[in-house]
């Protein structure tokens, strides 16, 4: 489709295992950025990336969380050693250069058992 | 992380009735915006607002830019169940990155 897909839609794993998440924005979009949504609460900022800037890595929670866009398209955010707390829903979003309007994905449900 | 502050935090509504909410930052920013996130999906832009006192409408929902370049406010009008969602606001200053607000959940009851 022509919109930003995340996959997988949903995650459970263990307590202190590694969790890949996949983002492939719209084609021809610069921009991407990752955010977290934890139940109930508002969008919390993890990362931006614009081009072939230095993505704005000042939203990550702690060192266990990382993030790479490759070839500028598509998007993986790691968390290592997931803890309880992680359990949120991870969303994507791309959009035209810098420009304001974000296209999201649907999400990633992620549970940390 | 930084996020901007959104009130009332939810409501709780009847259909038809007319609804308020507003957004406020510490900071000034070029560009508000207001976000609509339908149940299990990512948010979709609903306005777009560039200029100090702007007001700007869709359909039923209204949007103005603060004169203070710190504030937002949305209206929807004659409220309809499929209005339900949580509503965000965000703000960009020059080509920063978009910050949101914590959101309102909005609740329409027939």
Known sequence: G???SQSPSNKVTEKGKDVELRCDPIS????????????????EFL??????????KSGLPSDRFSAERTGGSVSTLTIQRTQQ????????????????KLFFGSGTQLSVL | GQQLNQSPQSMFIQEGEDVSMNCTSSSI?????????DPGE?????????KAGELTS???????????????????????????GIYFCAGQLYTDKLIFGTGTRLQVFP
């Open chain 2, 58 to 84: 869709n359909g039923r929902l209204t949007a103005q830019f603060g004169i203070t370049r710190k504030d937002s406010f949305l209206n929807i009008s004659a409220s309809i169940p499929s209005d339900v």
């Open chain 1, 47 to 56: 990362i931006y990336f614009q081009g072939n800037s230095a993505p704005d």
């Open chain 2, 29 to 37: 920013f070029n560009t508000w915006l207001w976000y609509k996130q």
């Open chain 2, 42 to 50: 990512g948010p979709v832009l609903l306005i777009a607002l560039y």
């Open chain 1, 85 to 100: 707390e992680d359990s949120a829903v991870y969303l994507c979003a791309s959009s035209w250069d810098s420009n304001e």
């Open chain 1, 2 to 4: 022509a919109g930003v």
């Open chain 1, 28 to 43: 021809g979009h610069t921009a991407l950025y990752w955010y977290r949504q934890s139940l109930g609460q508002g969008l």
